[in-house]
């Protein structure tokens, strides 16, 4: 089956860092979705992308949907302590529709 | 009030039981998935829904089954659990017709462990 590959699967950095990490595919996605999973909690949208190339803030997260459709990045600009938890990308896939594929995670930690 | 709720949120159980997890969401969403966690290999879809009528197995569904009762509830069953079915397992929901289309709404998960 279809599988992303997200990375890195854990990152720990310093409060006010800024934070990068991306998910590639073999196959071409139609969405690609970046969520994010608080301690204890079940995964929440942050940012939605639908066309290649497309580039979306959400306050200080970036995401982009790659010109090849097989990946994506998100980016999170000087890191604040509530930004710990375990960020997933998701794809839709040519054919599915609203079925969602997801990768396997970015664990993210934070000193203060 | 939550939207998407599930029951348990913690289930210890041992190898050979019955045991059902139960979804429930006030969303009005048409389709509902299920959803397994493990550390690693993040969310793997088991069965999923588009309506009351209709169920679909996904990537990982063998040990598992679902019921659609009613629009609202979405009940994943492990017939005879076995460890490696340890996991947190997640409820969803989307609607098509939605502003973020794609967009699926999560539960809160259900902690489960198969001694």
């Known amino acids: 089956g279809q599988q992303l590959n997200q990375s890195p699967q854990s990152m720990f950095i310093q409060e006010g860092e800024d934070v990068s990490m991306n998910c590639t595919s073999s196959?071409?996605?139609?969405?690609w979705l970046w969520y994010k999973q608080d301690p204890g909690e079940g995964p929440v949208l942050l940012i939605a992308?639908?066309?290649?190339?497309e580039l979306t803030s959400n306050g200080r997260l970036t995401a982009q949907f790659g010109i090849t459709r097989k990946d994506s990045f998100l980016n999170i600009s000087a890191s604040i302590p509530s930004d710990v938890g375990i960020y997933f990308c998701?794809?839709?896939?040519?054919?599915?529709?609203?079925?969602?594929?997801f990768g396997q995670g970015t664990r993210l930690t934070i000193n203060p | 009030d939550a939207d998407v709720t599930q029951t348990p949120r913690n289930r210890i159980t041992k190898t050979g039981k019955r045991i059902m997890l139960e979804c429930s969401q006030t969303?009005?969403?048409?389709?509902m998935y299920w959803y397994r966690q493990d550390p690693g290999l993040g969310l793997r879809l088991i069965y999923y829904?588009?309506?009351?009528?209709?169920?679909n197995k996904g990537e990982i569904s063998d040990g598992y089954s679902v019921s659609r009762q009613a629009q609202a509830k979405f009940s994943l069953s492990l017939e005879s659990a076995i460890p490696n079915q340890t996991a947190l397992y997640f409820c969803?929901?989307?609607?098509?017709?939605?502003?973020?289309?794609?967009?699926?709404?999560f539960g809160p998960g259900t902690r489960l462990t198969v001694l």
């Open positions: 998701a794809g839709q896939p040519l054919q599915g529709a609203q079925k969602l594929v």
């Open positions: 196959s071409i996605f139609n969405t």
């Open positions: 969803a929901t989307s609607d098509p017709g939605a502003e973020v289309y794609n967009e699926q709404f």
């Open positions: 829904s588009f309506d009351v009528k209709d169920i």
């Open positions: 992308l639908y066309k290649a190339g």
């Open positions: 969303k009005g969403h048409d389709r």
